[in-house]
């Protein structure tokens, strides 16, 4: 599979002395999606912006769809459609005249043009309301027509900038499902950034971890999750054991460790839960230690992140300052 | 067609759609200027018995000076919307496209010279009304219009300029109202130059509002002095290229600040 987006060493800096990317690499195959996850801060936003060749790295390589995208913009501009955390819609105009737009700015035309604006309306639910002015759009539909607007002229790859935040819950599932059907029907390789830990688990046939500025993981979700070779396994005692009772009775199992006992409840990690569970019971069973119930949990995204940058997620967002030092909090908020 | 000028165009229909939606916009810019002309205009009307003043109906003075104003406060205005295309992310979305990026900036001053000639010919159609005269002809009618986009066109870049430098409505708002109105009455829009204080003079001779101004009168008079029409358009075409050349700068500016 060729590749579709490629980064080695990305270093920005902005004035006051932020350091925004500090030596990123990643790679994209064509035709995948591709997750950015991180806080508020981490570089994601930046990435993109050099990306899709609105701003210039200080030093590193990236190449878009085979272009350089420092050496040959021109050529990345062609091939990407950019889907931005704020909406570019020109809100004066009608959808239909916003993708009539877009398409002549790519040298698309006449006929043509029609034709792929209406199959975009009509793909992206907008038909009945392409006359009226954006303005009177509901956010997710001035969210769809931004992504349509990205696909005018047929990318090989699209950016997607924190494509669901603000969205309602029941809008982001529609999104998701949009997005999914996206690589699958047009071949597209897909960046997108998130926030949300759930969105990039959910999309992503690989992903990468940033945070303040570099690559702290990246792989597959599932490769990242079985990495840890932790399942959390919760057990309900019927009552409290006794002292020593519990040790006692797992010790000898393998792969069943950090074994913590509070009151009725039994808390432990196993390399694979869902194997050691009948183990555990049986050997609770052996103990005289009778079980109500039993949870496995495996791990979270959550937990890959604090793995590999020794925070949770949730900490890390509250913590970073943006590149433009405003608090993340308002950030985040605004 | 060049892409250059093919992308320009697609800007400027869509710049001239979306004011079209809005056509009291193009009212409320007028507001003023009527009042200045038939309002200020008849209050002074007998200014022209002062010896030396040059013109025997003030209207037939006052008009040019009325168009060149309201072109350059429309020029003034210019900026909003690119700080509004900034702030909505259109600009930015603009720029991931492969559009040619003078196209972004010469897309609003070609609306702008559209709308100078709507105006101008509605404040010239109301001052005929009014009893004015253009001996000048059409062709002197031409020249004021030409004069006033002559004008407006370098102002406008500059309004966009200071638009990408400090992103800010009230920015826009203060320079209008604290530096085009003074410039207005440092010229001779509303009195005769040879009139004017020493000082005042002295200004409106490097004052590109009085270079449109002059020039516009000029060519309407019954005598076309043709040495002054062409010798200020000169000036205002140096003037234009300066300012595009700022405001080519500026532009730069803000795409090293993404």
Redesign the interface.
């Known amino acids: 599979m060729g590749e579709a987006i490629g980064v080695e060493g990305l270093v920005k800096k902005y004035p006051k002395g932020v350091t925004a990317l500090d030596g990123v690499s990643f790679e994209v195959p064509e035709g995948t999606i591709f997750g950015l996850l991180g806080p508020n801060g981490a570089g994601k936003s930046t990435t993109v912006k050099i990306l899709t060749t609105l701003s210039r790295p200080d030093s590193g390589v990236a190449r878009v769809a085979g272009a350089d995208v420092v050496r040959h913009p021109h050529r990345v501009r062609l091939a990407i459609g950019s889907v931005a955390q704020k909406s570019g819609v020109d809100r004066d105009a009608t959808g239909r005249e916003n993708l009539v737009l877009q398409g002549r700015l790519y040298g698309m035309d006449g006929g043509s043009l029609g034709a792929r604006v209406d199959e975009l309306l009509n793909r992206f639910g907008l038909a009945d309301a392409a006359d009226r002015v954006a303005r009177t759009y509901s956010g997710g539909m001035q969210r769809r027509l931004d992504i349509a607007m990205g696909l005018v002229h047929r990318p090989s790859v699209l950016f997607l900038d924190e494509p669901t935040t603000g969205l309602d819950p029941a809008v982001r599932a529609d999104m998701w499902q949009m997005i999914a059907g996206l690589a699958a029907d047009e071949g597209l390789a897909i960046l997108l950034t998130t926030h949300y830990l759930e969105e990039a688990d959910r999309l992503a046939a690989r992903l990468a971890i940033l945070e303040r500025g570099r690559v702290a993981a990246a792989g597959a979700p599932e490769e990242l999750k079985a990495e840890l070779r932790g399942d959390a396994v919760h057990v309900e005692l019927a009552e409290a054991p006794p002292d020593g009772g519990v040790q006692a009775a797992l010790g000898r199992l393998n792969g069943v460790r950090e074994v913590v006992v509070e009151g009725r409840a039994l808390r432990a990690r196993a390399d694979d839960g869902a194997r050691a569970v009948p183990a555990v019971l049986q050997s609770l069973e052996a103990g005289g230690l009778i079980v109500d119930s039993v949870t496995v949990a495996r791990p979270s995204l959550d937990d890959v992140y604090l793995r590999y940058t020794g925070r949770r997620f949730g900490d890390a967002e509250e913590e970073l300052p943006t590149p433009n030092g405003k608090d993340p909090a308002l950030a985040a908020a605004g | 067609m060049p892409?250059s000028l093919?992308?320009t165009w697609?800007m400027t229909v869509?710049h001239l759609?979306?004011l079209m939606?809005?056509p009291w916009y193009i009212a409320f810019t007028l507001f003023q200027p009527i009042i200045y002309l038939l309002l200020f205009g008849a209050l002074f009307a007998r200014v022209v018995e002062i010896p030396g003043f040059g013109s025997a109906s003030y209207i037939s003075f006052l008009a040019p000076g009325v168009v060149v104003m309201t072109a350059l406060f429309s020029a003034g205005w210019t900026g909003m919307g690119m700080v509004n295309d900034l702030d909505?992310?259109?600009m930015?979305?603009?720029?991931?496209?492969?559009?040619r990026r003078g196209a972004l900036m010469m897309g609003t001053l070609v609306q702008l010279a559209v709308v100078i000639v709507i105006q101008s010919a509605i404040i010239l159609g109301l001052a005929l009304l009014r009893g004015a005269s253009f001996p000048g002809g059409i062709t002197g009618v031409g020249l004021v219009v030409l004069s006033a986009i002559l004008l407006a066109v370098p102002f406008g870049a500059l309004s966009n300029g200071m638009a990408l430098l400090v992103r800010k409505e009230e920015t826009v708002i203060a320079a209008v109202n604290f530096v085009l109105l003074p410039l207005v009455f440092l010229s001779g829009i509303f009195m005769a130059q040879n009139l004017m204080p020493h000082w005042m003079q002295s200004v409106a001779h490097v004052n590109p509002v009085n270079w449109a101004v002059t020039a516009g009168r000029a060519a309407v008079g019954r005598e076309v002095d043709w040495s002054v029409v062409w010798s200020r358009l000169g000036w205002l075409a140096g003037f234009a290229l300066v300012s595009a050349f700022l405001a080519t700068q500026a532009f730069r500016a803000y795409?090293?600040s993404?």
Do not use: E, K, M, S
Not at chain 2, 92 to 97: P, W, Y
């Open positions: 892409t093919a992308h697609y869509r759609r979306n939606r809005q909505r992310g259109v930015d979305r603009f720029l991931v496209t492969p559009v795409q090293r993404i």
